[in-house]
């Protein structure tokens, strides 16, 4: 027998030698959660270890995350029900949550990149990524207007990227035409060119208070019964001016993973998502898996499939893992 595959298998140095793929620090984006208030933290009951913190208590967590070798952070904020209504109106105020976060995180750690996200879900009293009418619609176009103030809000606080998440149809060009007249040509822009309407997102909406009052987000958030419907998004992506695109959620979409970097010459993300997340927590928990385990061979299977950087919740753990076995 002259063809024997174990021999690259016989030794953990042999292993490493040829291994094909591997993770990173570098590779790590970690979402926080953003609450008003001083010096406060509460749990997100579905998704153990993560938290929403308050301002002085996120400057702790990114110093903490800076220190591990994490590059970059995307913020959401969880905002009160007082400041949503059916415009979004607070996404561009300014002086709010978001805005004054990011430049407090720019002032102290200016090496730090921010990312952050552009739908109005977090904002509207409705809770949807777009403008809805009385009839329950979600209005495209009248929507791209509302996000447009957004992404120049957050760039003119000093976010590094502006990631639209809302799957409006031509949000991208909107978005990079306003950016390049208003002088942002080096903010990138990471789309969220692939998101499917599924339910691993549940933990997050928990997280932001953020679920739809009404109905629900598949007439414009992709059918997780389709792939090759990824193609449509990547090409029109690519000629609206994006940087990077992103796949979300995940570990149930290696196979549009590996289409979207076979088909593009950008940068793809992928994004392991809340559900994904709390699943693994949940089962370590009741002790029928190593969470560590588990959590690394996923963020690996995102690399194996073709991704460039992944959005995680296991990104600080994961991180320090690294620099362990580093």
């Not at 300014?94 to 977090?122: C, S, W, Y």
Request: with cysteine; proline share 4%; hydrophobic share 40%.
């Amino acid at each position: 027998m002259f063809n024997r595959p174990r021999r690259n298998r016989k030794n953990a140095s042999i292993r490493s030698l040829i291994r094909e793929n591997s993770l990173g620090v570098d590779d790590l984006i970690a979402p926080l959660f953003i609450i008003d208030g001083k010096n406060k933290s509460e749990e997100v009951s579905s998704m153990p270890g993560i938290k929403r913190y308050s301002m002085d208590l996120l400057l702790k967590e990114v110093k903490e995350l800076h220190d591990l070798g994490i590059k970059c952070v995307s913020l959401f904020p969880a905002l009160d029900d007082s400041l949503k209504d059916k415009h979004a109106s607070e996404s561009k105020n300014p002086d709010g949550l978001l805005q004054r976060t990011i430049k407090e995180i720019k002032n102290k750690f200016p090496e730090m990149l921010i990312m952050t996200d552009v739908a109005m879900d977090p904002y509207s009293s409705d809770g949807h990524d777009g403008l809805v009418d009385e009839n329950g619609n979600i209005l495209n176009d009248e929507t791209l207007d509302i996000l447009v103030e957004m992404s120049l809000n957050q760039a003119q606080a000093g976010s590094d990227i502006i990631g639209p998440s809302d799957m409006m149809d031509g949000r991208v060009m909107a978005i990079r035409s306003a950016l390049e007249e208003e002088g942002f040509n080096n903010t990138l822009i990471m789309s969220y060119t692939a998101k499917y309407a599924s339910a691993f997102y549940g933990p997050f909406r928990d997280a932001l208070d953020s679920a739809p009052k009404s109905g629900d987000k598949k007439t414009y958030q992709m059918d997780f019964h389709n792939s090759t419907e990824a193609l449509r998004e990547i090409h029109a992506d690519e000629a609206e001016g994006a940087d990077i695109l992103m796949v979300k959620p995940g570990i149930s979409y290696l196979d549009v993973i590996r289409d979207m970097k076979s088909s593009t010459s950008l940068p793809v993300a992928a994004y392991n998502v809340s559900g994904e997340y709390a699943m693994v927590k949940a089962a370590d928990e009741k002790g029928w898996i190593d969470g560590d385990a588990v959590a690394y061979e996923m963020l690996v299977s995102f690399k194996r499939a073709g991704a460039d950087m992944i959005l995680s919740y296991f990104s600080k753990e994961m991180a320090m893992k690294i620099n362990k076995l580093n």
